[in-house]
């Protein structure tokens, strides 16, 4: 199947999708059915059966760079300080520029990790190579499926086999 995932949008948007024929095609088990009011002259009632994943009528955009937020890199670094290991919750990460922003370091996903307080006040406006604190793992920009799945809290079990296919690689986050 062509096309790339674009967006999680509420079941509002799906039912309205389906309405106009926007829809091209579902995949996946059939949610519970949306019911809407009772036609005057037939007497019979609305009913919109929808799918957990579908494809809508529109262009594709090349080259997607997923936004970067906090949220999002902790998910991918699985909530762990990419220098000392240890995992912390959100609250005592913070985002580590590698080649830090004061030294031409840009803020995009291959320059940013999840670091504790602590080892980014220590690394502090250096380099790892220069704080000697060697990175546990090379940062990435996520494809669109990965960031799908890091930008959302709950999945289903289909767009959760849907967006793992296209994964680059096994992910320990994604179990």
Known sequence: ????????????EAVSAYAKGDVIYGI??????????IQ??????SRIDLQPIIATQG????DFTPPLCNR??????????????QQYPRSELT?????????????KWEN??????????????KTPEEAHMPLLAVPFRPNPSEWHFLAKERILADQMEYLSR??????????
């Open 1 to 12: 199947m062509a096309g790339q995932p674009r967006g999680w949008i509420t079941i509002h």
């Open 28 to 37: 996946g088990d059939s949610l519970p059915p949306v019911f809407g009011g």
């Open 112 to 125: 940013v990790v999840a670091a504790c307080k602590r080892c980014n006040w220590q690394k502090d406006n």
């Open 166 to 175: 296209q994964f680059r690689a096994k992910r320990d986050w994604a179990h």
């Open 72 to 85: 999002t890199l902790f998910r991918r670094d699985d909530h762990r300080c990419l220098y000392c290991g």
């Open 95 to 107: 985002r580590d520029h590698v080649m830090p922003t004061s030294r031409g370091g840009r803020d």
């Open 59 to 62: 262009r594709i955009v090349r």
């Open 40 to 45: 005057r002259i037939s007497g019979r009632r």
